[in-house]
């Protein structure tokens, strides 16, 4: 595992050059967003350790195995830590796949169901230290994002991916690691892609690729072709 410092506040931490989580640093110590593939969580707490920034809370984009694998060994490793993440996903964190009433997509597919359960659930706009819980469904049914309000840093999970420039989830492209694929409703993923846009943020930090600065610019080129591709995303 490599890390790399995007800000004062933020360290990426990057595992086989693709899987990503994120250390962000607050006056208590920090906060762990996503836990990567399995066994990383003896480098995560390497580097919290060599930062001086212990873990207090553990916040998840979303369910799927690579940004929860190691929940499990963080959780025992760090007795009381805050485990949070969004209320609708907190269902296929347990394993429990069933839809809500009105929602539709591909078969779910990609998670990693977990003993250790989210400690809070999280609604849209919620504070969570110098975070704001941001709720954008598409890449999963319950994906949350997390705006750092000091210097509008967007850790956005997958709702974005950048290996292969930024591509909004739910968006056909020919490159790995072909978001729309591994996306549950392509049509949710744009909508949520330029509700994030709107945020105007300063860099974005995702699940896979590079942390992008100023990056407006290519986040609008992005969701310009979700649009192409998915037309009734522009509704609601």
Not at 34 to 39: A, K, Q
Request: with cysteine.
């Amino acid at each position: 595992m490599k890390i790399f410092r995007e800000t004062e506040n933020l360290r990426r931490l990057t595992r086989c050059g693709m899987f990503n989580c994120f250390l962000v640093k607050d006056e208590q110590g920090c906060t762990l967003i996503d836990t990567n593939v399995g066994g990383s969580a003896r480098a995560i707490l390497q580097f919290s350790q060599r930062l001086g920034w212990p873990i207090k809370r553990i916040a998840l984009t979303h369910a799927h195995f690579d940004h929860v694998f190691s929940l499990d060994e963080l959780a025992s490793a760090l007795p009381g830590v805050e485990v949070l993440i969004g209320a609708r996903e907190s269902r296929l964190l347990s394993g429990d796949m069933s839809l809500d009433p009105g929602e539709h997509g591909k078969e779910l597919f990609g998670f990693a169901p977990t003993r250790t359960q989210a400690t809070k659930v999280l609604a849209d706009g919620e504070q969570v230290g110098y975070l704001r819980a941001i709720s954008c469904p598409g890449h999963t049914p319950g994906h949350f994002a997390y705006l750092d309000v000091r210097d509008n840093s967007l850790i956005a999970g997958d709702a974005f991916v950048t290996q292969s420039g930024v591509v909004a989830a739910g968006v056909f492209k020919w490159a790995l690691p072909f978001p729309a694929w591994f996306s549950w409703n392509g049509m949710l993923s744009v909508r949520s892609a330029a509700k994030l846009r709107a945020l105007n943020p300063s860099r974005l930090a995702v699940g896979h690729g590079k942390t992008v600065v100023s990056p407006g610019e290519a986040m609008d080129r992005a969701i310009a072709i979700g649009y192409k591709q998915h037309p009734d995303a522009r509704n609601g």
